[in-house]
């Protein structure tokens, strides 16, 4: 009986950890567009002019302050990779994939976020799962 029991247990604690689910961490791209945003798939193209685009790493939870710490922005053009960058922080430089062209494509693949909760304590956000944003570029007006 005992080692039913123990048994018992041991998958409980076992099944309990693989089943723990993903942290409520939203990410948002700011386009330069009167405040929209998108969250995977942008349809809404920035032009060749653009330089600056932020993102937004937030929750619903009150009191903790979210901050992406690892993601690589990527310039696609014709299926294949012409410049990518790392970033370290909420805002992305795009003068640093170089020329950007009509039909490109630029990806950013958000892999880690660091999370300060109401005391400044900062700590990794152990159960993100990496996250793709795509957005097409256009013809600069």
């Known amino acids: 009986m005992k080692k039913t029991l123990s048994l018992v247990f041991f998958f409980f604690i076992l099944f309990s950890k693989i089943t723990i689910a993903q942290e409520d961490v ?74 950007r062209e009509y039909g490109d494509l630029i990806i950013i693949k958000i892999q880690k976020v660091l999370r300060a909760n109401s005391k400044n304590e900062i700590s990794t956000v152990d159960r993100f799962f990496p996250k793709t944003i795509t957005i097409p570029v256009n013809i600069s007006e």
């Open 26 to 99: 939203r990410i948002e791209l700011m386009l330069p567009f009167d405040g929209l945003t998108c969250s995977t798939e942008c349809y809404v193209p920035i032009d060749t002019s653009t330089k600056v685009l932020k993102l937004r790493a937030f929750s619903s939870k009150e009191g903790i302050k979210y901050k992406i710490s690892d993601a690589e922005v990527s310039l696609y053009r014709k299926d294949r990779t012409i410049n990518y960058t790392l970033i370290k922080s909420n805002n992305i430089l795009l003068n640093r994939l170089g020329h």
